[in-house]
């Protein structure tokens, strides 16, 4: 089985910057695209950024510019750079990875890791 873990949420002030990361362990033959979604109180999940194998990255409307997404396919593990944080930033963050568990490409799957808490005060 895979496993995907954050870590790096926490209680920051309004502009401040938080780092977050996600490692995924397990059988592992490749890791396709990569995203981190957010779940705010009240609201429905929604996707923040996304990045392809390929390292190409796409990012919600409401992060262009203040967060940014990486890869480290050596570590198998994803970060969130999120700069000039807001209140509105405060979520539930969660990982996904399109992870093939099999010798081809037939096996991938998605999974989703327990999520980190970011809380952003005014």
């Known amino acids: 089985q895979v496993q995907l873990v954050e870590s790096g949420g926490d209680l920051v002030q309004a502009g401040g910057s938080l780092r977050l990361s996600c490692a995924a362990s397990?059988?592992?033959?490749?890791?396709?695209?990569m995203a981190w979604y957010r779940q705010a109180p009240g609201q429905p999940c929604e996707l923040v950024a996304s990045?392809?194998?390929?390292?190409?990255?796409n990012y919600a409307d409401s992060v262009k510019g203040r967060f940014t997404i990486s890869r480290d396919n050596a570590k198998n593990t994803m970060y969130l750079q999120m700069n000039s944080l807001k209140p509105g930033d405060t979520a539930v963050y969660f990982c996904n990875a399109a992870v093939v568990t099999g010798r081809t490409s037939i096996y991938e799957r998605d999974f989703w890791g327990q999520g980190t808490q970011v809380t952003v005060s005014s």
């Open positions: 397990g059988t592992i033959f490749a890791i396709n695209a």
């Open positions: 990045v392809t194998s390929g390292g190409s990255t």
